[in-house]
């Protein structure tokens, strides 16, 4: 996926559904894609979710700083402050605690002052404006230096290696 100057969407191996889905909300300002889910922003900031060629709002402010796809129904949008995450999370990686659904909402706010986030396979992690790492989710392999909490876990976990990062992928 692509979007260029003009805001048009570019994609190779996309079905032809998920491109006119997309493509009805040009021109794009953002884009994040995982699985069969696009997350956008159309011109306006509003935030929209492509899914097998439906197009619907998710009920959050418009203008995030960064939107994140972490998985086909679980998402995340991160504002100045706070970093808002739905959806419904097989590992829990929309951060709520549950594998139940939930929507985006101020009593569902993952984490305030955060200036990034990212995914894994079952896992999302995110940083705090001090500079230490959080992550959610499943960790099969302890693959985020939470010691002693591999397994199943979905409860956010503070990763004590990590104490001044400025970037997370």
């Given at each position: ?7 048009r969407?570019?994609c ?6 998920q ?6 909300i040009?021109p794009?300002q ?6 069969w ?8 900031g509003?935030v ?7 197009v619907?709002?998710p009920?959050v402010?418009p203008?995030?700083l960064?939107?994140?796809?972490l ?7 991160r504002?100045a402050?706070?970093l808002?995450?739905w959806?419904?999370s ?6 709520q ?6 929507e985006?909402?101020?009593d569902?706010v993952?984490?305030r ?11 999302a992690?995110a ?5 230490r ?5 499943e960790q ?5 230096g939470?010691f002693?909490r591999p ?9 004590p290696?990590?104490?001044d ?5």
């Amino acid at each position: 996926w692509a979007i260029d100057r003009d805001g048009r969407v570019h994609c190779d191996g996309c079905t032809e559904e998920q491109l006119t889905a997309v493509r009805s909300i040009e021109p794009l300002q953002t884009i994040t894609v995982n699985g069969w889910s696009a997350l956008v922003t159309d011109p306006d900031g509003n935030v929209q979710h492509v899914y097998r060629g439906k197009v619907e709002r998710p009920a959050v402010p418009p203008n995030p700083l960064q939107l994140e796809a972490l998985s086909d129904s679980a998402f995340c949008a991160r504002y100045a402050d706070p970093l808002l995450c739905w959806g419904y999370s097989s590992y829990g990686q929309h951060g709520q605690g549950s594998k139940d659904r939930v929507e985006p909402a101020d009593d569902n706010v993952l984490m305030r002052g955060s200036r990034g986030v990212a995914r894994g396979d079952y896992h999302a992690c995110a940083i705090r404006a001090n500079g230490r790492v959080f992550c959610w989710g499943e960790q099969p392999f302890d693959d985020h230096g939470v010691f002693g909490r591999p397994g199943r876990g979905h409860a956010r976990s503070e990763v004590p290696s990590v104490h001044d990062a400025v970037a997370i992928a």
